[in-house]
């Protein structure tokens, strides 16, 4: 499971919309909606260097790089 608690009625394969839909459910204006998603985007290039200068395994690193760009892509819509 990606998640213990659901979102948007969902604990796995999480995209954009539902987030988006949980948000309109707290009445988050657009502007800051999209701030949120703009601001986790740029802090995704932070979250690989903090792994690379963590103290894990190599393998252990690649599988968390594996993961944030998986997790991205799905509420991203990316394909990199």
Avoid: C
Wanted: aromatic share 12%; proline share 1%.
């Amino acid at each position: 499971e990606e998640l213990s608690l659901t979102l948007n009625g969902k604990k796995k394969k999480i995209k954009k919309n539902d987030f988006v839909g949980a948000m309109a459910r707290f009445h988050v204006n657009n502007k800051a909606l999209e701030n949120i998603f703009n601001r986790f985007n740029a802090s995704l290039d932070n979250w690989h260097k903090f792994i690379d200068v963590s103290f894990l395994p190599d393998d252990m690193k690649t599988g968390y790089h594996d993961l944030i760009v998986k997790r991205a892509s799905q509420i991203f819509e990316r394909t990199n």
